[in-house]
């Protein structure tokens, strides 16, 4: 008997372990932990039910069948209420269901200046916004992201801390610019695209390029089909001795802030743009290549140069983002450097244009250009514009500034899932995300357009420093109600999942 206790019990004990593997560990699809603390939703496949879910066709009453984190079905008008039976349903009701927004444009600041921002602090404001995927620029965090050394030190430093997804975008500077190679290896390491500055960033290791080095970048990129973003200004000689002031100017007149930085400096920018994108046409030298200009704030000749270059068969978008549709230079309170930003808030008039080129498609997308900093860098008790660190807070909340003051307009649910979503996911090479269609990622925003709300002291806010965002004291409408990612849902009703289980998202070669 012994011996037969001998043979069989480590038997049974094996048997034992892998049926309690089996039912404890997930389907190598499911993007959910053991215990489920990647979301707080306990089920993998479930139904999502609406009376406004936002598709590529339009906005209807639907069901959206999620399954091991992908959409697997999606029902729009009427449809079988019985075949939502034996699983489980999240019926939202009145609430819009829509794609989750994709921000092509935020600094989250880590490795190196975790004290602005960070990973885990910024990705929590995304996933309590409706964002579920943003791409993260090279620059403000410390190293800035030039290389395949340094990007490797971003996702080192990203473990643990994602609440949504995350790409990263690489760096073009002067010193790889002329090195294919070095290059070559950034973009083989996963980032999604290249960003460069046409005149000084204001950080020491990102130092701005010229029209010859963004051509050097434009090659490169035609061979992996992927973007060039820039920041489009140039300072310019002649009126350079403006940035100066003089002793009639006011530092804390927003005023003089926007002299310093006037339209001619996008427009000479885009004018050296247009000229290199030629490249990217049918037959060009970098037939492949793209050329994104972010953050537009321009939206007289500068807007007119890009039009000419789309016409003109190169391949360029541009963004905007809501602080330049929600504010206007003639509001800004003298001393209040929240406000502060490059390009600079422009006039109303400018406004309002910009708001039409969006509406006519001339402006493609939106992004948050979320640029946070410490509070005392922002120089709230001297108010002055000249030397405060420039970048508007604002990731939690764009989409309902967009929503809020897009209203006006007659914006559409489908516009926003256009400006949010779908053009955002094509600049960033994302065809699994996007929009709500089957085989593609469950990534969801659930919100409530006609809930008014107030950004006040008694809001949540998820950002590191609450006290920095320009919108602060805006009464707005347009409340987040639930965030998924990949089926997990990551935020509902001020309520985060336990574990940050958002991934990395990295090009493929």
Known sequence: MDILKSRFLPLIALIASLLFLYFRTPSSNSNKSIDGECSLLTHDHYWIVSKRVVTPRGV??????????????????????????????????????????????????????????????????????GITTLIDMPLNSFPSTVSEETLKLKLEAAKKKLYVDVGFWGGLVPENAFDPSALDKLLKAGALGLKSFMCPSGINDFPMTNSTHIKEGLKVLAKYKRPLLVHAEVVLESESHIAHGSDESDPRSYATYLKTRPPSWEEAAIRELKDASEETRVGGNA??????????????????????????????????????????????????????????????????????????GYIDMLSSDHSPSTPDLKLFDEGDFLRAWGGISSLQFVLPITWSYGKAYGITFNQLASWWS????????????????????????????EVEFELDENYDIYHKHRNISAYLGQRISGKVLATFVRGNLVYSEGKHASVACGAPVLAKQ
Not at 61 to 84: C, F, H, M, Q, W
Not at 106 to 128: C, I, M
Not at 299 to 314: C, F, N, Q
Not at 328 to 337: H, K, L, R, V, Y
Request: charged letters at 25%.
């Open 422 to 449: 779908e053009r955002p996911a094509k600049l960033a090479g994302q065809t699994n995300k996007g929009a709500i269609k089957s085989e593609m990622d469950a990534d969801f925003v659930v919100w409530m357009p």
């Open 60 to 129: 209807a009453p639907g069901a959206v069948e999620v399954k091991a984190g992908r959409i697997n079905t999606v029902k729009e008008g009427e449809y079988d209420k019985s075949s939502l039976q034996n699983v489980h349903v999240l019926n939202y009701g009145d609430a819009v269901v829509m794609p989750g927004l994709i921000d092509v444009h935020a600094h989250l600041d880590e490795p190196g200046r975790e004290e602005w921002e960070g990973f885990s602090t910024g990705t929590k404001a995304a996933a309590a916004g």
């Open 287 to 360: 037939e492949g290549a793209h050329v994104h200009i972010v953050h537009l704030a321009d939206s007289r000749t500068s807007l007119d140069l890009i039009k000419e270059a789309k016409h003109g068969g190169s391949s360029l978008t541009v963004e905007t983002c809501p602080h330049y549709l929600a504010f206007s230079a003639e509001e800004i309170p003298d001393g209040d450097t929240r406000f502060k930003c490059a390009p600079p808030i422009r006039d109303e008039a400018n406004r309002q244009s910009l708001w039409e080129a969006l509406l006519e």
